[in-house]
């Protein structure tokens, strides 16, 4: 019988724990969030450099907007010039939050974003709700989330 409840246990677990989920972003290019801003952190320089000029590296940067109550995350990739000058915005992409809402079955508003920290140059954490989610790969369209 304990094996038995021990499979079930470790089955649920692994339904709601460590699984990867792919999420949808959105081009945000055209949108003016900036007086909405909550939360700003720019993470590291990307490791590799900008193939049609030596001297630009490119960075992320996470964006919290909050409107009333409601959160958005939005990511931004930005580039720089030699000694970080001469910053440029790439691109602009919000995360789908109501799909990380339904995926991993969180049941209040979608508010409560808080950032943790930078993991690479192209990965972060953060705490929505009351749990800690890994966000990886954010350099494409969908991007990685795992609930920690």
């Given at each position: 019988?304990?094996?038995i409840l021990t499979f079930f246990c470790l089955i649920i677990f692994l339904q709601v724990f460590g699984q990867v989920k792919k999420i949808k972003t959105s081009d945000y290019t055209e949108k003016q969030y900036y007086t909405d801003i909550t939360f700003l952190s720019e993470g590291e320089f990307s490791p590799k450099i900008a193939a049609n000029?030596?001297?630009?590296q490119t960075a992320f940067r996470v964006i919290i907007t909050t409107s009333e109550i409601y959160n958005t995350l939005i990511f931004e990739k930005v580039s720089y010039g030699?000694?970080?000058g001469n910053k440029q915005i790439?691109?602009?992409r919000k995360v789908d939050l109501e799909q990380i809402w339904t995926e991993f079955k969180l049941t209040r508003e979608i508010t409560s974003l808080e950032f943790i920290k930078w993991l690479t140059w192209d990965s972060f954490e953060i705490k929505i709700l009351d749990s800690n989610y890994i966000f990886k790969d954010i350099s494409s369209g969908t991007i990685n989330v795992t609930k920690k």
């Open positions: 019988m304990r094996i000029n030596v001297d630009r030699s000694e970080g790439l691109t602009k």
